[in-house]
């Protein structure tokens, strides 16, 4: 049996289907619509699941569920969803929306805590117990392990790590107060700050994003006494060395503490899989599966 995973961010919408084993097959992905209409994006991303689901069916494979990783906020078990890069979708209602067109039983979460759970589950943090995964793409998220339970907070929106302190001196911007992680180190914080898609910042923007990632990071794991960072995303991944170095160097200059010294901050184990493969987790994890995380 499998399951379809869906992920949803601001710049891209992804969908494939995850075996038992964590293996991702028919994988396709389409650009974010832009713009205020939120029915139109639920179009596309119902047809993109369709492509999805009549590939696996043409090829004998049964889907048993689905899991959904989505950008934040959101109320508790994902019952609506108001990501802060997706204006179209406000308090919009995706689980119940998702199971009543697939006809599958529907499991939404964080994205990054479903990155946090993917990683745990067949990534660079399997085995471990405690640990923060983080994605740094068109915005910043964070799930956090401790004791091998993922934290859920009060209404299920813990471990956003986008929206702590980390630079003094700099400007709000939409609904982005000055300062925060997200405010600074996101690819839109970045496009926004040079002038330039982030994908082409040069070496310094590069370093700057992974210091202030490492800045978060430090704070987090000196405050739960956790020492593994995994870090995904499209800014992360796709800055590579240059950011990993920098953010490695803030974690070692702020994590001095006895319990806290020697955190590590580490690329993502799953690359551009994670996302989906942590979409599944979600499902899996709501359907009482054994993936060592609880």
Known sequence: MATLAIDIGGTKLAAGVVDATGALTHRAQRATAAGGDGEALFADLV????????????????????????????????????PLNIPAWQAFPLRDRLASHLGLAVAVDNDAKALALGEGWR????????????????????GIVS??????????????????????GTDPWDRHPAGLLESEASGTAIARRTGAPAADADLEVRGRAGTLVGRAVASVANLLDLRLAVVAGSVALGYGEPFFVAAQAEVDRLCHLDYSAGTRIV??????AGPLVGAAAVSLRARGADIGIV
């Open 267 to 272: 690329p993502a184990g799953l690359g551009d």
């Open 147 to 168: 004791r091998g339970r993922l934290l859920e907070g009060a209404s299920g929106n813990a471990g956003h790590i986008g929206h702590v302190f980390v630079l003094d």
């Open 47 to 82: 047809d993109l699941v369709a492509g999805v689901r009549d590939g696996a069916r043409a090829a004998g494979v049964e889907i048993e569920a689905c899991g959904v990783g989505c950008g934040g906020p959101m109320t508790a078990g994902g019952a609506t969803v108001s």
């Open 123 to 142: 990534g660079a943090a399997a085995g471990e117990r405690d640990f923060l995964a983080m994605v740094v793409s068109t915005g910043v998220g964070g």
